[in-house]
C-alpha cells in the first residue's frame, strides 16, 4: 500500500523486477497486478516481517525466482497512538516486533546475499518522530530512532562491501495508517516519498552510506 506500492511502481519503471510483500493476500495481488502493467516482473509473497522463519522463505522464495536482490526496502510499519502509560504489553511488543525486529529480519537475511553479490542497497524508512519524539506515539518513536541508529551502524560495518544503507525520514504522509490515526490528510503523499527513495537505489548514488534523509515538504 502507500510508500511501499508508490516506491515498487517507480523502481517497476526503471526496469526493476520486484517482490510484493504483505501479510494479506488481498494487497499482495493488486500490487502485483499495478506493477506488471508498468512492463515489470513481479511476485508476491506473503510474510509476516516480525516472523523470522517466515522472513528467511520469502527471502528462500526471492532467490529462487530471481537470483539476487539488490534492493531491499524495510517499509512495513505499524502504529498504536495513546500514551505510554495506557499501552499494553501487546501493543508495545506489536509495535516493536513489527517496526524493528521486522526490519532487522529482513536485513539478517538479505545481508548474506548482498555481500556475496558485492552489491546491494538497503533502504530503512524511519520517520520524523524517528528525529524527534511525539507525545502518543512513545514506543513508535522508540523504534524509529532505533531504525536511525541500526542504519548509522550497519552502514559503517559495510562500507568495504559495495553494500549502502539509507534511512528515510519523512513527516506526516498520506497513507492510509496516517489518516485512520489522526483523521487528517497531511501534503506529502506516498509519491513524494518513493521519489526519494528512488534516487539512493541506484548504482551511481553519491548520498554517504549511513546518511538519514528527512523529508517534511513535497519534493518535486
Given at each position: ?18 517482490v ?46 530471481f ?62 518522530a ?29 562500507k ?15 497513507t ?31 548520498t ?13
Amino acid at each position: 500500500m502507500g510508500i511501499g506500492l508508490a516506491t515498487a511502481k517507480e523502481l517497476a519503471k526503471e526496469g526493476c523486477n520486484i517482490v510484493v510483500n504483505s501479510r494479506t493476500k488481498k494487497n499482495i495481488e493488486k500490487a502485483s497486478n499495478e506493477i506488471q502493467k508498468l512492463g515489470a516482473e513481479s511476485i508476491g509473497i506473503e510474510a509476516d516481517v516480525s516472523n523470522s522463519i517466515e522472513v528467511r522463505n520469502l527471502v528462500k522464495e526471492t532467490m529462487k525466482k530471481f537470483g539476487r536482490i539488490d534492493i531491499l526496502i524495510n517499509n512495513a510499519g505499524v502504529i498504536v497512538y495513546k500514551d505510554f502509560k495506557d499501552t499494553t504489553k501487546k501493543e508495545d511488543d506489536y509495535v516493536v516486533d513489527i517496526n524493528l525486529k521486522g526490519t532487522l529480519h529482513c536485513t539478517k537475511e538479505v545481508l548474506p546475499i548482498m555481500i556475496k553479490q558485492k552489491y546491494g542497497r538497503i533502504i530503512n524508512i524511519s520517520s520524523g518522530a524517528g528525529k524527534t519524539g511525539i507525545p502518543g506515539m512513545s514506543v513508535y518513536s522508540a523504534t524509529k530512532f532505533a531504525i536511525v541508529g541500526f542504519t548509522e551502524s550497519i552502514a559503517d560495518e559495510l562500507k568495504k562491501t559495495g553494500i549502502k544503507v539509507y534511512a528515510i525520514c519523512p513527516g506526516g504522509v498520506d497513507t492510509r495508517m496516517y489518516t485512520s490515526t489522526f483523521g487528517e490528510k497531511p501534503s506529502l503523499k506516498p509519491l513524494d516519498i518513493a521519489k526519494k527513495i528512488l534516487p539512493l537505489c541506484m548504482p551511481d548514488v553519491k548520498t554517504k552510506s549511513g546518511s538519514s534523509i528527512e523529508v517534511y515538504h513535497k519534493w518535486v
